[in-house]
């Protein structure tokens, strides 16, 4: 059982009612490097040795990511899917905090590169980069509008080279299942509203992966129907118990296709980008309304395009005009539950990791907020994200714990 590890986690990490990302040790930024490590590759710090004590001569590592699943939420569904309460017996499960920002944006970059997202730069969600006077989606690399950025290319979103370089130079193969495709590794593609098509592409990956062998599988569906219903509704219920099963199927299929030896030899990990915590979409403060009115303050892109769009709902990226920065930050110190972080604060406290880039620097917002519990926007121009429920991207612990489990193939026979 996790729950003495997780506990202890917390009360290291914990900053009040809130929790601080563990960058030195037991962190979601060094699973990458573990992984690496594992196939006899190096791609930067690893977990603390407790995290893997026994899975000496792994010659295959499968990962599977459940978006939004966090520590709280295996703990609260692992009573109604037998696969989590299976996997713990046969394996042991580590508690991680994951980074800040507890967003995918930022986590996945951080997990293809194995760096920090004050390296990388990609400070949630949603981006301003200054350079390029552009504000976009980091994932899918789109503008509000729908259209693609002008000021800058894909590969300029995250300032950071992937880990699959220096695993393939080891003599590592990667194959990722996912529901887009990737570079730099073997991908295997499937619809992601329909999760009966992820076994096909997952069976693919097992069968053509030639050890040593990395294999990646991303479940983003957990995420996406928690935003909408919450995480304490049938629908979110219904979603992880089928994604779970779609994952119960994969491990049949790898044992299907393991002989005894490669089961000893390879290691299966259940992990997340972040948790979540369920917001009230009645009283997730409006940015654009009183006692806020933020619009007419922020600074805007050439064309006289405020900048909204920077951080997210969770993790809001103030871009202010200069004269305004103090009067904003005491409106909004008054009137919310939240931290409201300057700029120097963020910096010194290595909030985002240390060593902040360039890149990081200049995206990041005069102001930081961070709401305790609910999620903070402008209803008047993206205002579906006040109407999420389940929301993450801040410090709240059920947002920063997640799993790190671990079994080897043989003891899930």
């Given at each position: 059982?996790?729950?003495?590890?997780?506990?202890?986690?917390?009360?290291?990490?914990?900053?009040?009612?809130?929790?601080?990302?563990?960058?030195?040790?037991?962190?979601?930024?060094?699973?990458?490097?573990?992984?690496?490590?594992?196939?006899?590759?190096?791609?930067?710090?690893?977990?603390?040795?407790?995290?893997?004590?026994?899975?000496?001569?792994?010659?295959?590592?499968?990962?599977?990511?459940?978006?939004?699943?966090?520590?709280?939420?295996?703990?609260?569904?692992?009573?109604?899917?037998?696969?989590?309460?299976?996997?713990?017996?046969?394996?042991?499960?580590?508690?991680?905090?994951?980074?800040?920002?507890?967003?995918?944006?930022?986590?996945?970059?951080?997990?293809?590169?194995?760096?920090?997202?004050?390296?990388?730069?990609?400070?949630?969600?949603?981006?301003?980069?200054?350079?390029?006077?552009?504000?976009?989606?980091?994932?899918?690399?789109?503008?509000?509008?729908?259209?693609?950025?002008?000021?800058?290319?894909?590969?300029?979103?995250?300032?950071?080279?992937?880990?699959?370089?220096?695993?393939?130079?080891?003599?590592?193969?990667?194959?990722?299942?996912?529901?887009?495709?990737?570079?730099?590794?073997?991908?295997?593609?499937?619809?992601?509203?329909?999760?009966?098509?992820?076994?096909?592409?997952?069976?693919?990956?097992?069968?053509?992966?030639?050890?040593?062998?990395?294999?990646?599988?991303?479940?983003?569906?957990?995420?996406?129907?928690?935003?909408?219903?919450?995480?304490?509704?049938?629908?979110?219920?219904?979603?992880?118990?089928?994604?779970?099963?779609?994952?119960?199927?994969?491990?049949?299929?790898?044992?299907?296709?393991?002989?005894?030896?490669?089961?000893?030899?390879?290691?299966?990990?259940?992990?997340?980008?972040?948790?979540?915590?369920?917001?009230?979409?009645?009283?997730?403060?409006?940015?654009?309304?009183?006692?806020?009115?933020?619009v007419s303050d922020l600074r805007t892109l050439t064309d006289g395009t405020p900048i909204r769009f920077s951080g997210s709902p969770r993790n809001v990226h103030l871009h202010l005009k200069e004269d305004r920065i103090d009067p904003v930050y005491e409106t909004l110190t008054a009137e919310l539950d939240a931290r409201v972080l300057r700029r120097r604060e963020i910096l010194d406290a290595g909030l985002f990791g240390p060593d902040p880039s360039e890149t990081f620097t200049r995206r990041l917002g005069d102001l930081v907020v961070v709401h305790r519990d609910l999620g903070v926007w402008y209803g008047d121009e993206d205002g579906g994200k006040l109407d999420f429920v389940a929301m993450h991207g801040g410090l709240h612990p059920d947002e920063m714990l997640i799993p790190f489990a671990t079994a080897t193939?043989?003891?899930?026979?």
């Amino acid at each position: 059982m996790f729950d003495a590890d997780a506990q202890a986690l917390r009360e290291r990490q914990s900053d009040g009612e809130y929790l601080l990302p563990a960058y030195d040790d037991w962190c979601f930024s060094r699973i990458p490097g573990t992984v690496a490590d594992l196939l006899g590759a190096d791609a930067g710090p690893r977990l603390p040795a407790p995290a893997t004590d026994g899975y000496d001569g792994v010659s295959r590592v499968v990962v599977f990511l459940v978006d939004g699943f966090g520590l709280a939420q295996w703990d609260g569904e692992r009573d109604r899917i037998p696969f989590l309460w299976e996997f713990e017996r046969a394996g042991r499960v580590t508690p991680l905090t994951t980074v800040f920002p507890s967003e995918t944006a930022a986590a996945l970059n951080t997990f293809h590169s194995g760096t920090l997202p004050a390296e990388h730069g990609v400070i949630g969600w949603y981006v301003y980069d200054p350079d390029a006077d552009e504000q976009f989606e980091a994932l899918p690399f789109l503008k509000s509008d729908g259209t693609r950025p002008e000021g800058l290319d894909f590969e300029d979103v995250a300032d950071a080279d992937p880990i699959y370089p220096a695993l393939a130079a080891a003599g590592v193969e990667t194959h990722h299942v996912t529901p887009f495709p990737s570079a730099e590794t073997v991908p295997h593609t499937y619809d992601s509203e329909d999760l009966s098509t992820f076994s096909d592409a997952f069976t693919e990956a097992a069968e053509e992966a030639a050890d040593p062998s990395y294999i990646f599988a991303y479940l983003p569906q957990t995420d996406a129907v928690a935003h909408a219903e919450g995480v304490d509704s049938s629908e979110y219920r219904e979603t992880a118990a089928e994604t779970f099963d779609r994952v119960a199927k994969a491990v049949e299929t790898l044992v299907e296709t393991t002989d005894e030896d490669g089961a000893g030899e390879t290691l299966v990990c259940v992990t997340a980008d972040h948790g979540l915590v369920d917001t009230d979409p009645e009283r997730n403060p409006d940015l654009s309304k009183p006692p806020f009115d933020l619009v007419s303050d922020l600074r805007t892109l050439t064309d006289g395009t405020p900048i909204r769009f920077s951080g997210s709902p969770r993790n809001v990226h103030l871009h202010l005009k200069e004269d305004r920065i103090d009067p904003v930050y005491e409106t909004l110190t008054a009137e919310l539950d939240a931290r409201v972080l300057r700029r120097r604060e963020i910096l010194d406290a290595g909030l985002f990791g240390p060593d902040p880039s360039e890149t990081f620097t200049r995206r990041l917002g005069d102001l930081v907020v961070v709401h305790r519990d609910l999620g903070v926007w402008y209803g008047d121009e993206d205002g579906g994200k006040l109407d999420f429920v389940a929301m993450h991207g801040g410090l709240h612990p059920d947002e920063m714990l997640i799993p790190f489990a671990t079994a080897t193939l043989d003891s899930l026979r």
